[in-house]
T-cell receptor, first 113, second 114 residues
Framework: DTEVTQTPKHLVMGMTNKKSLKCEQH?????MYWYKQKAKKPPELMFV???????INESVPSRFSPECPNSSLLNLHLHALQPEDSALYLC????????????FGNGTRLTVT | SQQGEEDPQALSIQEGENATMNCSYK?????LQWYRQNSGRGLVHLIL?????REKHSGRLRVTLDTSKKSSSLLITASRAADTASYFC??????????????FGQGTILTVHP
């Protein structure tokens, strides 16, 4: 079990659907992250929130919309996705300290049909 | 381009043997981290080595860092079947303009046969 909880574990959505991925941590971490991982590839950074403010957007298409309602929660809103967006979406958190590791959730396996 | 490149891409060994994975990177770094990922699961942090450290141990893990060669190695001693997983190095770029930007290597798939 991890200290970063992601829901749902699996999600199947059509290209016209709107859905949201949720992430929660109660470790007091002030940095939270979204990564995308395709099969047999390394995780790729999408977004970083620091103190609930978006600090990094890695040129992610606008059909992905992140939100950080408070210091414990991170959402990723999905709309009009493409089949190539199917992947494992990983949330992570860390203290805002350059020499602290990331704590990952177990991810949401997203399939876009 | 990927900051971290790892070799080998895949490694198959018998239980009890040692496993060594290597990682190379391109820029100056604050630290280098190693993570393990079991199939379809999240990543688990194994060990972090700072740029001013040369070697670090944690249980059966030994990590070395050579900043002059921009390379690191992860040694797992006395491997177990439960060590079967993908292993990734990740670098935190020094002087980067963006805090928290970890870049992962391509990973090594380790299979330990009972």
């Amino acid at each position: 079990d991890t200290e970063v909880t992601q829901t749902p574990k699996h999600l199947v959505m059509g290209m016209t659907n709107k859905k949201s991925l949720k992430c929660e941590q109660h470790m007091g971490h002030r940095a939270m992250y979204w990564y995308k991982q395709k099969a047999k590839k390394p995780p790729e950074l999408m977004f970083v929130y620091s103190y609930e403010k978006l600090s990094i957007n890695e040129s992610v298409p606008s059909r992905f919309s992140p939100e950080c309602p408070n210091s414990s929660l991170l959402n990723l809103h999905l709309h009009a996705l493409q089949p190539e967006d199917s992947a494992l979406y990983l949330c992570a958190s860390s203290p805002r300290d350059p020499n602290s590791p990331l704590h990952f959730g177990n991810g949401t396996r997203l399939t876009v049909t | 381009s990927q900051q971290g490149e790892e070799d080998p891409q895949a490694l198959s060994i018998q239980e009890g043997e040692n496993a060594t994975m290597n990682c190379s990177y391109k820029t100056s770094i604050n630290n280098l981290q190693w993570y393990r990922q079991n199939s379809g699961r999240g990543l688990v942090h194994l060990i972090l080595i700072r740029s001013n450290e040369r070697e670090k141990h944690s249980g059966r893990l030994r990590v070395t860092l050579d900043t002059s060669k921009k390379s690191s190695s992860l040694l797992i001693t006395a491997s177990r079947a439960a060590d079967t997983a993908s292993y990734f190095c990740a670098t935190d770029e020094q002087g980067g303009t963006s805090y928290g930007k970890l870049t992962f290597g391509q990973g090594t798939i380790l299979t330990v046969h009972p």
